[in-house]
């Protein structure tokens, strides 16, 4: 491994840091006429409109996280309501003039970077391909159709029916706004993507396993994106492919083999991208930290282990169903300050967070889990206020004592629970003040920082910093569904003072970073909003037409 990449890799996390007195490189002012468009269309396609749900799959709270039914056949209506229950539109919002639209995956300023691509083989109302999601018409765009063999090969090595789906950044849709600290935000969204898309998969009786032993290069092979012509700046780089089948298969193999590769390599891909602004900048530090962090083959990550059994209280509500706890996930914009989580939501919610080989969405096969949570609490019935830490792995237990401050209590709150009490006292001021002086981290029940082992992933190799932010996201996702699930609602929050927070803990070294933070409390709507269903400019379009 290469000394100078890690240096390096390390250097882009520290020159993008927030302090009280500095913040990130960034534009510093919107450039709206170069807004780019959230909307990617590969023109000169061929287009599959997909059908939208009749109705959500019936399935509880409880199914998001294992689910216990019938795997559904894989097939047009199946495929669309995966994707329209995990990155397709979920409201439009309009305040005077304006209006934008919400999608089940949340996104740093709702710029989201993150495009999804699918691999089809031959299945009912589907012409086998590698296809492009086209997100706001809900739509198929067809990219390329290797030949026939090419499916029955995945088929034979894989051992089993399913398909493929892809995961690829643009980072310059958030770099437009964000600078610098980009690079992290996107692969925040790649986390919450791949979470959304593991929880759809569950609604149908389906897993999803990351093809993790494949190279970056593969992934371009795959989705073509060696053979694109894109606008300069425009570039969509390659994160992730997972496998889609059905729970009760045997677990299906984590690469594909070279003779598919091949295959793939030598079809034309078809579609030019519509330009996405006229103008764009270079964030050079981006592109070379995308660069720098590339994935290469490796082995194929171990699934994680059970290590923490399912704590005894954790109940699922019966309220809302599955499909409508994704449909409803929205980011809260302002906090009551004077509401109280009840205990009970409080742990279940923590609970969800820890990683289990037999429950979505950390059995993905992303690689040991390197993330702790210290959560700030504010105002939950019965949980004094102070700041606690979610030891996500105990394994790490002894290194998180070692670097967190020596005054720490490290005082278990409950028998057979990781979480463990730090320091008690209000931290509301804290929390806000670090947290960009934004008061929905102080106004909330909770917040959180997460805290990922940094100096060591690198170890396993500088691509593991873009898996870092990618399990922070996941963990968000879960949040956000457990909050709506409980009448609560998160936000993300990726504008906080890094070293700060660092502060707060008593971390002084690279080994834990504080990489998201995340809030969660009872919700104050904004009554200027107005809503709109998710596909009703569809039928606007379709009445100016006729
Ligand atoms: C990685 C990430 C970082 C975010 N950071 C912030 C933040 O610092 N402050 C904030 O108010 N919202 C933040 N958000 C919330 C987004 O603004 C929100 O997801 C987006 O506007 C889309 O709205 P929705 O989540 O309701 O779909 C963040 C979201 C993500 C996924």
């Known amino acids: ?42 023109n000169g396609t061929e287009t599959l409109a997909l059908p939208f749900l009749d109705a959500d799959p019936e399935a509880d709270h409880a199914a998001l996280y294992r689910s216990s039914l019938q795997p559904e056949p894989f097939g047009l209506e199946t495929v669309a309501g995966f994707l329209e229950l995990s990155v397709g539109l979920s409201a439009w919002k309009a305040y005077g003039n304006s209006r934008w639209s919400l999608r089940m995956n949340p996104s740093s300023g709702n710029l989201h970077p993150t495009e999804t691509h699918l691999l089809m083989p031959p299945m009912p109302g589907i012409e086998p391909g590698v296809y492009h999601y086209r997100v706001i018409e809900h739509a198929l765009e067809l990219r390329a159709v290797p030949e026939p063999e090419t499916w029955q090969g995945i088929r034979n090595h894989m051992g089993g029916n399913g398909f493929l789906v892809g995961l690829t950044t643009i980072f310059w849709r958030e770099a437009w706004k964000y600078g610098e600290r980009a690079f992290r935000y996107c692969n925040h969204d790649v986390g919450h993507a791949l979470a959304a898309l593991r929880f759809s998969a569950g609604l149908f009786g389906w897993r999803l396993f990351l093809l993790g032993g494949m190279s970056d290069r593969d992934i371009e092979i795959l989705l073509g994106l060696d053979r694109t012509p894109w606008h300069p700046g425009e570039e969509e780089h390659p994160d992730l492919v997972a496998f889609v089948c059905a729970t009760g298969d045997p677990p299906c193999a984590r690469e594909l083999p070279e003779t598919v590769l091949e295959r793939f390599a030598s079809a034309p891909y078809f579609g030019k991208p519509a330009p996405l ?40 509500e019966a309220v809302l169903g599955a499909a409508q706890i994704i449909r409803r996930r929205r980011s809260a914009t302002a906090f009551d300050p004077d509401a109280t989580m009840d205990q009970g939501s ?51 237990g002894d290194v998180l004592r070692e670097e967190c401050d020596s005054g720490f209590f490290w005082h278990r709150v ?29 106004f909330s029940a909770f917040s959180v920082g997460m805290l990922g082992r940094f100096s060591e992933v ?41 070293d700060p927070v660092h502060a707060m803990l008593g971390l002084a070294t690279d080994t834990f970073q504080s990489l998201y933070h995340f809030t969660v409390g009872a919700p104050v709507e904004d009554p200027r909003l107005t809503t709109h269903p998710p596909y009703f400019h569809l039928e606007e379009n379709h009445d100016s037409r006729t």
């Open 1 to 42: 491994m290469n000394r100078d990449t890690i240096g390096a890799v390390a250097a882009y996390h520290h020159r993008t840091k927030h302090d009280f007195d500095r913040y990130a490189r960034s534009p510093g002012y919107m450039d709206w006429a170069n807004q780019p468009d959230p909307f990617r269309r590969y």
């Open 277 to 316: 602004s006229r103008r764009t900048r270079r964030w050079e530090i981006i592109e070379e930290t995308a660069d720098k962090t590339r994935k290469p083959r490796t082995e194929t990550p171990e699934m994680v282990e059970v290590r923490q059994p399912l704590q005894r209280e954790t109940r699922e």
């Open 346 to 396: 409080f742990f279940s919610m923590l609970d969800r967070t820890l990683p289990r080989s037999t429950d979505a969405p950390f059995d993905v096969g992303l690689g040991p889990p390197a993330v702790h949570l210290a959560v700030f609490v504010h105002r939950v019935a019965g949980v004094p206020p102070g700041i606690y830490l979610l030891v996500r792995d105990e394994a790490e």
């Open 414 to 442: 409950r028998n057979g629970f990781p979480l463990f009490l730090l320091r008690s006292g209000d931290v509301r001021v804290e929390a806000i003040e670090v947290s960009c002086h934004q008061e929905i981290a102080g």
């Open 458 to 498: 690198f170890r396993s190799g500088p691509h593991r910093y873009r898996h870092l932010f990618w399990e922070t996201g996941m963990i968000g996702q879960v949040l956000y569904l457990e909050a709506e699930a409980r009448g609560y609602r998160g936000t993300g929050i990726g504008c906080f003072f890094d």
